[in-house]
């Protein structure tokens, strides 16, 4: 294996400044940053989609965004992205960002420094400036944005058919997990079933939660019962939280479906391992992150009659936590 001093040896140069040249930091003369690519091409030196997009102004390099990385909804998508492009011989750079602004901003800088020719963001900041500053080809993923070309699921009609089952199985005192109010994703849902829920003959009562963390989804499963101990059906924002509240309810005593009954959202492979199994609203996370990869690589190529907006469906997938009918 071709190694970063066989590049130094070849080049003339010491292991840094090797290093610098890779990095895009620090200074590096003009003659001495040829040497080394040079060398890096006569080298095939891995990873040869850095070296070749140094050398060649080249890349098969795509970045990929995501908000979170420990929720299993994001791998699944990220999955049906990396599977996408590697078909055509791309590859990706992952970048994790918490839903924090500055790292989102760290890792955008370390992708344009490795000449990616295109970006897929999940993130929730797409409003600022920022993303129409980096003339790069962009694709928004599980959420839609003004101008960008999006591919996302149904969100409004999500929460509205997890409401609308909920009814259909007789639940009279129900109870609205609203998501986080900066991640569109959830508003839409949350509206889809307020939409519902407002025109039917049940009570209804809404609980906001500020996170789709694992830490914090307990605390809003235990928020719940304490406001809400009387229940008998819970719209959860999305799986964890609905499994933090199946655990809960449990806790207390209560009978999974008959005393309360539970939909999560997202379906993610969690939703089959817990017990009772969580019916939920299943969006196709590994088809989305497919179909976006796909729409990215079109526009790369420049091909102007690709669809631009995909909005897929949504659909109910009944386990444990609903009554059969």
């Known amino acids: 294996m071709v190694t970063i001093k066989d590049v130094a040896r070849e080049a003339g140069v010491s292991v840094a400044t090797v290093s610098r040249v890779l990095n895009n930091n620090g200074y590096v003369g003009v003659d001495t940053r040829k040497k080394v690519m040079e ?51 791309y590859r990706l750079l992952l970048g994790n960002s918490d839903e924090n602004m500055d790292k989102e901003l760290e890792y955008i800088q370390t992708f344009v420094q ?99 963390s694992f830490e914090e989804a307990k605390g809003f499963a235990e928020e719940l019962f304490i406001k809400y101990p009387n229940t008998d059906g819970v719209i959860a924002s999305n799986d964890i939280v609905g499994i933090a509240v199946i655990h809960q309810a449990l806790k207390l005593g209560k009978v999974i479906p008959d ?9 993610i492979p969690q939703c089959s391992l817990s017990y009772p199994t969580l019916s939920t609203i ?23 009659e690709c669809e631009r907006t995909m909005q897929m469906p949504v659909e109910f997938i009944e386990r444990n936590t609903t009554r059969k009918e």
Do not use: W
Request: negative net charge.
């Open 114 to 212: 490795n000449h990616v020719v295109g970006l897929l963001t999940a993130t929730n900041h797409v409003e600022d400036t920022l993303y129409d500053s980096l003339k790069l080809p962009i694709v928004m993923l599980d959420r839609a944005y003004g101008h960008y070309p999006s591919v996302y699921s149904d969100g409004r009609e999500g929460g509205g058919l997890a409401a609308k089952t909920l009814i259909d199985k007789g639940a009279k005192r129900i109870t609205l997990v609203k998501g986080p109010a900066h991640i569109r994703p959830a508003q839409d849902r949350f509206k889809g079933a307020m939409d519902v829920l407002s025109e039917a003959d049940v009570d209804f009562a809404v609980l906001a939660t500020t996170s789709y």
């Open 282 to 304: 299943r969006q196709p996370a590994y088809e989305m992150g497919r179909q976006a990869a796909r729409l990215l690589l079109s526009i790369i190529k420049g091909e102007s």
């Open 39 to 89: 060398a890096m091409a006569v080298l095939e030196y891995s990873p040869n989609e850095v070296a070749r997009s140094l050398y060649k102004r080249e890349s098969k390099l795509i970045g990929l965004l995501l908000p979170d990385i420990t929720n299993p909804f994001f791998p699944q998508l990220a999955r049906g992205v990396e599977d996408e492009l590697s078909k055509s011989g």
């Open 259 to 267: 005393d309360v009954q539970i939909i999560g959202y997202d379906d």
